[in-house]
């Protein structure tokens, strides 16, 4: 059985959560596709980074996003891999989230507590092998 599709206007007020998001995140990468990470003095210096001299997972994310923003994945992949697979994520999972919306239906993300964790230990995974000598690749 389907699902009914709501009125038009129903509609047009429904996917408003949707097309907000994205146009703060399309604001967003404009900006920081404008405004070059790599040139210093424009975004503040990673703490971790400043500190003990260790990359982060989020080091070159900003790099990557300014790469992404001018259509240049080899460049993003090279800055962080681990951040274009979270815009790769987040493309994926906003679309889905209009998708449901226009069909009338909400958005159900079941994540379980195991979810978090292998997040997690991935983050930690790439942290330690990028400031390994086998990750010399995913330094940004």
């Given amino acids: ?5 709501p009125p038009a206007g129903r509609r047009a007020s429904a996917v408003a959560a949707p097309l907000a998001t994205l146009a703060g995140v399309v604001a967003a ?17 990673c703490p971790l980074l400043h500190y003990t001299g260790l990359y982060c997972p989020g080091c070159g994310g900003l790099r ?3 790469a992404v923003a001018h259509g240049d994945l080899a460049t993003a992949i090279g800055a962080n891999v681990l951040a274009v697979a979270a815009f790769a994520a987040f493309a994926a999972v906003w679309a889905l989230w209009l998708v449901r919306t226009v069909r009338g239906r909400p958005l159900e993300l079941r994540l379980r507590p195991a ?13 330690v092998v990028r400031n390994s000598p086998l990750g010399a690749g995913l330094v940004p």
């Avoid at 979810?115 to 942290?127: D, E, K, N």
């Fill in 1 to 5: 059985m389907q699902t009914p599709v």
């Fill in 29 to 45: 990468f404009c900006y920081v596709g404008a405004v070059d990470p790599n040139e210093p003095g424009h975004y503040p210096v």
């Fill in 64 to 66: 990557s996003a300014h």
């Fill in 115 to 127: 979810h978090g964790w292998s997040l997690a230990t991935l983050a930690l995974l790439f942290t």
